[in-house]
């Protein structure tokens, strides 16, 4: 089940640098996207969504695009700095049955280098 | 700001035992979930729990799994006869509402359970 596909399982940006991360998803009925932080032993941490009736949403150094014709999403950070070094997750929600279910990507690990 | 906590942090079992994983959701939220992640793979869907009811489970919910809200603040997952390939880092999460863009979904660090 590969709905959610995050190609790059890693990236490597200098600090103040822009960091683009990328997410491809196939299932059209998702309708909301959000992106994750997680740190090693800690839980995924919340950064930003979109719903799939926007094309861009902006949260500070984040920004999410959503091209919905590519089914393709990605996430900005500018400038980066170095706390932002972690694995980021994309996931995407459908909403069925009274609750919204995530389906992640596989991750990608961001190191900004100083 | 409110947190999702979960307990234990780390628990090591026996295969064949029956293991329970602890939650506390966010207190306003209504939406329970649990989600595993076996290392180096993706964070996977097990169930969403809603007015006091199973919303939706995954392939890998199967008998051998249960949760329950005994009483108005916990959360939990049974794992009735654990297998090695249960060995995962499970994590709770919880939300206001089932949908909108902001529901505040919201995830506990995780439980990481070992069976040996």
């Known amino acids: 089940d590969q709905q959610v596909k995050q190609n790059s399982p890693s990236l490597s940006v200098q600090e103040g640098r822009i960091s683009i991360l990328n997410c491809d998803y196939t299932?059209?009925?998702?309708?909301?996207f959000l992106w994750y932080k997680k740190y090693p032993a800690e839980g995924p941490t919340f950064l930003i969504s979109?719903?799939?009736?926007?094309d861009k949403n902006e949260d500070g150094r984040f920004t999410v695009f959503l091209n919905k014709s590519a089914k393709h999403l990605s996430l900005h950070i500018v400038p980066s700095q170095p706390g932002d070094s972690a694995v980021y997750f994309c996931a995407a929600s459908a909403f069925t049955q009274g609750a919204q279910k995530l389906v992640f990507g596989q991750g990608t690990r961001l190191t900004i280098n100083p | 700001e409110p947190e999702v906590t979960q307990t234990p942090s780390h628990q090591v079992t026996q295969m064949g035992q029956e293991v329970i994983l602890r939650c506390v959701p966010i207190s306003n939220h209504l939406y329970f979930y649990w989600y595993r992640q076996i290392l180096g793979q993706k964070v996977e869907f097990l169930v969403s729990?809603?007015?006091?009811?199973?919303?939706?489970k995954s392939e890998i919910f199967d008998d051998q799994f249960s949760v329950e809200r005994p009483d108005g603040s916990n959360f939990t997952l049974k794992i009735r006869s654990t297998k090695l390939e249960d060995s995962a880092m499970y994590f709770c999460?919880?939300?206001?509402?089932?949908?909108?863009?902001?529901?505040?979904?919201?995830f506990g660090s995780g439980t990481r359970l070992t069976v040996v």
């Open positions: 299932n059209s009925m998702f309708d909301y």
């Open positions: 729990f809603y007015n006091n009811e199973i919303s939706e």
């Open positions: 999460a919880s939300s206001e509402a089932g949908g909108g863009e902001n529901y505040g979904y919201t």
């Open positions: 979109i719903s799939s009736i926007k």
